[in-house]
DNA sequence: CCAGACGTTGTT
DNA sequence: GTCTGG
DNA sequence: CCAGACGTTGTT
DNA sequence: GTCTGG
């Protein structure tokens, strides 16, 4: 599963990474389900374009929001048959610039934060998150752009953490992951376990629990 | 035909 | 919207 | 994902 | 325990 993560890139790395316009980029150490989330798609004009979406895709049929805190993950195995995301997966996929994401392994005193980020990680290596993006209107006309991140398997790194993690394109496969008109078998070969060579995990203290909590103590390492 | 569901995770 | 259950 | 609420009435 | 909010 993937219910928090932190992208502490400037606008440039984002920019350079993805070939997007970016104005502004705050640090964000604690970013939460229900929070606006920025993501890379495919711009009705050709190119790319990053646009902040609602964390928890909201079908396009929904009556109202409220399954959307429920969707904040779509599992890749089955999100190309089911109700909620087979319309996205087919034609609205996204990718999710992230810094590291957070992972709470159960342990015998409770359950213990971890940071997981890129092995090399510099101050601001990015990762992609494979996404799912939809739109959804209102009965009044409201609009709502909302999005979801894509699980699947953990490797080596993360088995003894969690059960799941969160599917990553490299930049090579950006465009194959974007392309509304690629075949789906193409998009499918994607959905593969990322590298646990290519990742690093550390403790870090409770201080991320908290969703308010968006400081440097969150990606702290925790000495013991 | 209409009504009702449509999800993931972890835990049991 | 589309599928399943009644 | 975790944190925090979980209720009604009448009055201001 | 379970739901909502962030």
Not at 50 to 63: D, M
Not at 134 to 150: K, M, P, R, V
Request: net charge neutral.
């Amino acid at each position: 599963m993937c219910g928090r993560f932190h992208l502490l890139a400037t606008a440039e790395q984002v920019a350079a990474l993805y070939g997007v316009a970016v104005t502004q980029l705050m640090p964000r150490y604690n970013i939460a389900p229900t929070q606006p989330i920025a993501a890379v798609r495919h711009s009705r004009t050709g190119g790319r374009e990053l646009t902040y979406f609602h964390w928890g895709l909201i079908p396009s049929w929904s009556k109202d929001t409220k399954f959307a805190s429920r969707m904040i993950n779509a599992r890749s195995e089955t999100a190309h048959e089911k109700p909620s995301f087979r319309a996205a997966y087919k034609r609205r996929r996204c990718l999710i610039p992230v810094t590291g994401f957070y992972e709470w392994q159960k342990v015998a005193s409770g359950k213990q934060p971890m940071c997981i980020t890129a092995a090399d990680a510099q101050n601001g290596s990015l990762l992609s998150f494979a996404g799912l993006w939809e739109h959804w209107q209102s009965a009044d006309g409201s609009e709502i752009e909302s999005a979801t991140i894509l699980t699947g398997a953990p490797n080596e790194l993360m088995t003894p953490i969690h059960n799941r993690m969160p599917i990553f394109i490299e930049p090579d496969d950006f465009d194959l992951w974007l392309d509304a008109s690629a075949p789906l078998p193409a998009v499918q070969s994607l959905l593969r376990c990322y590298p646990a060579e290519k990742l690093r995990a550390y403790p870090v203290s409770t201080h991320v629990n908290t969703p308010r909590n968006d400081d440097p103590t969150c990606i702290a390492p925790l000495i013991p």
